[in-house]
T-cell receptor, first 115, second 114 residues
């Protein structure tokens, strides 16, 4: 098992550009989430999905779109990049809901710099 | 407001020594509490998951304790190794929403020196 994989590892964008951060898992997990991690702050939830075709907003969804067409993949789209979106992005997956003790598995992260 | 506070923010210890990291929370209703280890440049990795009925959970040299009455948890690291240098994140899960309400602490950065 590769677990949770993310691509790219590092990306530099100019303000206004768009891009897609890729996330895939091979554990047949229903739940997948996107977080951002900024210096001096805890991880913050951007969007999450409880299964193929079902997505919902987290704490900081503005400027980001997601879709879940398959169980394995959960891409995160930046529509028009802004310097405030400079961050490290983590994708995570779990078999069930965190509230019932399902363990979350995190990917290695994507470092994004928006100039 | 649901919050998770970790202390200290950073800690430097010598290899072989023990240390204890603290986590206080105000999340309610409470489902479970997790400790993660995050190496520099990597994603968090789960160390322990505890519900309100569990007081202690061990994972090798890592031992987490939970006092649900005082809403405090600690992570004790025994006989530290250089590889323990990392950030340790406390996450408290509350009920609510379709995946639960996850509140992340800001983490404690541990440096183990030879």
């Amino acid at each position: 098992n590769a677990g949770v994989t993310q691509t790219p590892k590092f990306q530099v964008l100019k303000t206004g550009q768009s891009m897609t951060l890729q996330c895939a898992q091979d554990m047949n997990h229903e739940y997948m989430s996107w977080y951002r991690q900024d210096p001096g702050m805890g991880l913050r939830l951007i969007h999450y999905s409880v299964g193929a075709g079902i997505t919902d907003q987290g704490e900081v969804p503005n400027g980001y779109n997601v879709s879940r067409s398959t169980t394995e993949d959960f891409p995160l789209r930046l529509l028009s990049a802004a310097p405030s979106q400079t961050s490290v992005y983590f994708c995570a997956s779990s078999f069930g809901q965190a509230a019932v003790r399902a363990a979350q598995y995190f990917g290695p992260g994507t470092r994004l710099l928006v100039l | 407001k649901n919050q998770v506070e970790q202390s200290p923010q950073s800690l430097i210890i010598l290899e072989g020594k023990n240390c204890t990291l603290q986590c206080n929370y105000t999340v309610s209703p409470f489902s479970n509490l997790r400790w993660y280890k995050q190496d520099t440049g990597r994603g968090p990795v789960s160390l322990t998951i505890m519900t309100f009925s569990e007081n202690t959970k061990s994972n090798g040299r890592y031992t987490a304790t939970l006092d649900a009455d005082t809403k405090q948890s600690s992570l004790h690291i025994t006989a530290s190794q250089l590889s323990d240098s990392a950030s340790y994140i406390c996450v408290v899960i509350g009920y609510g929403g379709s995946q639960g309400n996850l509140i992340f602490g800001k983490g404690t950065k541990l440096s183990v020196k030879p």
